[in-house]
């Protein structure tokens, strides 16, 4: 197979891989079709050009399929034994700006045909195709999907909730990183009340889980790209709906996703830098109900992560740490952790419990740190391959509390000399 020869003609120009849907530009040259769009994609109308006659092209000009070109490619394909025949097979139609825009209009008139519009529009999306998403945006499909998300919340209405939601999110980071305009920046703090409302309706709707997983997934985009202000407004409802959802998941009772779970962990995490926000979750029982998920959802490494930088987040304020101390498996989970997830949750472990022997340190935190073998575990770190700040703190903590721990028979005095 490595000693086949390809034919020039058959390998495009800028990927210089063989062409699965050849199309022609108007210069006569032939290029795969993802190739040419994304390159047009990336340059304005006043500097795209042709990559091989550097004449200057419009970014909106037609591709017109090389079906005669494709025939032969697939034909060599069979005879060559390259598996890229499947995909060669139907060529994508040229999708224009114009149909895009008929959906938006379609969309912005109230009618029983628009979860039909809504679908198209998903369906566009998903194929995560540069032209496609450009057009989108140009012609103000995510305009026109926020104002339909938001006559959904003030009308209570969740025909077409799914799939709005599901929409946005798929195309709001490309959106974002192109231009956001004024109607919609001025319409944020709807918008976010709109998903509030979202995630917090019954169990019973039908399509519930969904809408909430898509829900989190918009609220993690829009959440990553907005300002310091922004998320300084934002309300304690948001905050008590993201932890019911993950009050939920804790206790097995919502079917949302992993992936809903990490979204709303997202959330909460790049939104725990505020010491207002900080403040609104643990009143929300955020770290009770951070410790149930890590105690009883089935989670991956990525989830005990974020829930432990989120937890050190949190136990940076009194009540915070109080909280995680008022949990019967507080200090216990922290401690069975280490050493045993990865070096982030390792770090943030420890983190956590020298602010806790800083700060909150009395007799019973330190007996039960003795009890549920805290401290041997801190002297295992400072023996493990760790990084030396977190040994440094694994230190700091024994030196801090020596004089308590040496007493006990819980750990041999030798190894707390040793480490302190």
């Not at 047009?40 to 399929?65: E, F, G, M, Q, W």
């Not at 951070?290 to 304020?317: Q, R």
């Not at 009540?319 to 390792?346: C, F």
Request: glycine residues 2%.
């Amino acid at each position: 197979m490595e000693n086949v020869e390809i034919h020039e003609y058959f390998i495009c120009p800028i990927s210089l891989q063989i062409m699965k849907d050849p199309v022609t530009i108007v210069t006569g040259i032939t290029y795969d079709r993802d190739s040419i769009e994304r390159w047009l994609s990336k340059n304005p109308n006043s500097n795209a050009i042709c990559p091989v006659t550097k004449l200057h092209v419009s970014r909106d000009s037609n591709l017109t399929p090389n079906h005669t070109l494709r025939r032969l490619i697939q034909s060599w394909c069979v005879s060559n034994g390259f598996n890229i025949v499947d995909q060669v097979l139907t060529p994508k139609p040229t999708l224009s700006k114009c149909y895009i825009l008929n959906l938006v209009l379609d969309l912005s008139v109230p009618r029983t045909e628009n979860i039909k519009t809504l679908e198209k529009l998903e369906m566009l999306a998903k194929e995560n195709n540069e032209r496609n998403k450009t057009y989108m945006i140009e012609v103000g499909v995510h305009e026109a999907l926020v104002n339909f998300l938001i006559q959904c919340y003030m009308k209570c209405d969740t025909n077409g909730l799914e799939k709005v939601l599901s929409t946005l999110s798929l195309i709001w980071d490309y959106f974002s990183s192109c231009h956001e305009n004024n109607k919609v920046k001025n319409r944020k703090e709807i918008l976010i009340d709109s998903i509030t409302w979202a995630l917090g309706l019954d169990h019973d709707m039908q399509n519930h889980s969904m809408i909430k997983n898509n829900a989190m997934s918009l609220l993690r985009s829009i959440i990553g790209k907005a300002n310091s202000s922004t998320l300084d407004r934002l309300k304690p409802q948001l905050f008590e709906k993201i932890i019911r959802v993950l009050s939920e998941s804790g206790s097995n009772t919502t079917t949302i996703a992993q992936k809903g779970v990490d979204n709303a962990l997202h959330v909460i995490l790049n939104t725990s830098h505020s010491g207002k926000n900080r403040n609104i979750m643990i009143q929300s029982r955020a770290i009770f109900e951070l410790i149930e998920l890590e105690l009883n959802f089935s989670s991956n490494k990525k989830t005990k992560e974020l829930i432990f930088e989120i937890l050190f987040n949190l136990c940076s304020c009194a009540d915070g740490r109080a909280q995680l101390l008022n949990h019967a498996a507080g200090i216990a989970m922290i401690t069975k952790r280490i050493l045993k997830v990865s070096p982030i949750v390792d770090e943030k472990a420890i983190m956590i419990l020298c602010l806790i022997t800083k700060y909150s340190a009395t007799s019973g935190v330190l007996q039960e740190m003795l009890k549920v073998k805290s401290v041997s575990k801190i002297c295992t770190v400072i023996q493990a391959n760790c990084a030396s700040h977190v040994k440094d703190k694994a230190r700091e903590i024994l030196r801090n509390h020596f004089d308590v721990w040496k007493n006990s028979p819980c750990v041999e005095v030798a190894t707390l000399t040793r480490y302190a």
